[in-house]
């Protein structure tokens, strides 16, 4: 039986109180390094979270994800000598656990409200001779005056090591809290790291892919996350199939919209979108 609904707190599922909202597997984290890493966060714009992979996870991914490289990019933005698989929640299983990393799920509890989704997931082959990327802001497509607080976050994996020469992610640390300034080529910094790195920054912060001035090819994959109030990049519960949102873990089929945010954003026929993986559901 449901219960009376005398408040905006009671409205947190759907009407009927079927669907509760889940915790996210980011409380595993020990809160004093999830502050830690939220501190530096909020005062660099980015941060480093070193060797969260194993090189048997790493290996995993490439051979995952290595059979999906067959398309370049389409523009300058893109990269025409880079490689960006979209949609990859539907071609394989291998990325799932970049998505829904608890250490990276501890920084977006602190950061969002509760059932912030992911926005997009792509994976990026920079290959060798690709330019250095214009310099961008990851929310800026969202139409609010800067300075202002973040509306996404963003996370980009080092599958290969990411260096100097081999198009390391740039960023501009600190930028995330500039207004109208826009950037100079001469501020951005490469973020060198070890492979099964990651860095996680704001979608405030100015960054774009490095260069890639070796004779081989950098591998990565981003993550990045939104307000769960925002329409996200990828509309996933159009291009992730069922089976998909039924497969992967919980903390990702929120993320894909499979949840409210209070009162109705999100629903379905006036229910909650969970409804729709029941065994027997129909589609619309």
Not at 19 to 31: L, N
Not at 76 to 83: A, C, D, N
Not at 164 to 171: L, Q, S
Request: charged fraction near 20%; include cysteine.
């Amino acid at each position: 039986m449901s219960s009376e609904v005398s408040s905006l707190t009671d409205l947190g599922g759907d009407l009927a109180g079927t669907y509760r909202r889940t915790v996210s597997s980011g409380t595993t984290i020990d809160p004093a390094l999830a502050e830690a890493d939220l501190a530096a966060v909020l005062r660099d714009g980015y941060v480093v979270l070193p060797d969260l992979l194993t090189p048997e996870q790493l290996d995993e991914i490439r051979e995952s994800v290595g059979p999906l490289l067959d398309r370049h990019g389409r523009n300058h933005f893109e990269g025409h000598t880079t490689q960006r698989v979209y949609s990859v929640l539907n071609k394989t299983a291998g990325c799932d656990r970049i998505a829904d990393h608890p250490r990276v799920l501890a920084l977006l509890d602190r950061l969002f409200l509760p059932n912030y989704l992911l926005s997009m997931l792509q994976v990026i082959n920079i290959l060798p001779g690709e330019q250095a990327q214009m310099l961008h802001t990851d929310d800026g497509f969202y139409p609010i005056p800067r300075p202002r607080a973040a509306l996404g976050a963003a996370t980009i994996w080092a599958i290969d090591d990411f260096t100097a020469d081999n198009g390391a992610t740039d960023i501009i640390a600190g930028s995330h809290r500039w207004g109208d300034r826009l950037p100079a080529e001469s501020d951005r910094a490469p973020v060198v790291m070890s492979a099964g790195s990651c860095v996680f920054f704001l979608g405030t912060l100015w960054h774009g892919g490095g260069a890639n001035r070796s004779d081989r090819p950098r591998l990565a994959v981003t993550a990045q996350y939104c307000e769960p109030w925002l329409r996200p990049q990828e509309a996933f519960t159009l291009s992730t199939t069922r089976d998909t949102a039924r497969r992967v873990s919980e903390d990702l089929r929120r993320m894909l919209g499979y949840s409210i945010h209070p009162p109705f954003i999100g629903q379905v026929d006036g229910m909650h979108p969970k409804r729709l993986l029941e065994p027997g559901a129909q589609a619309l």
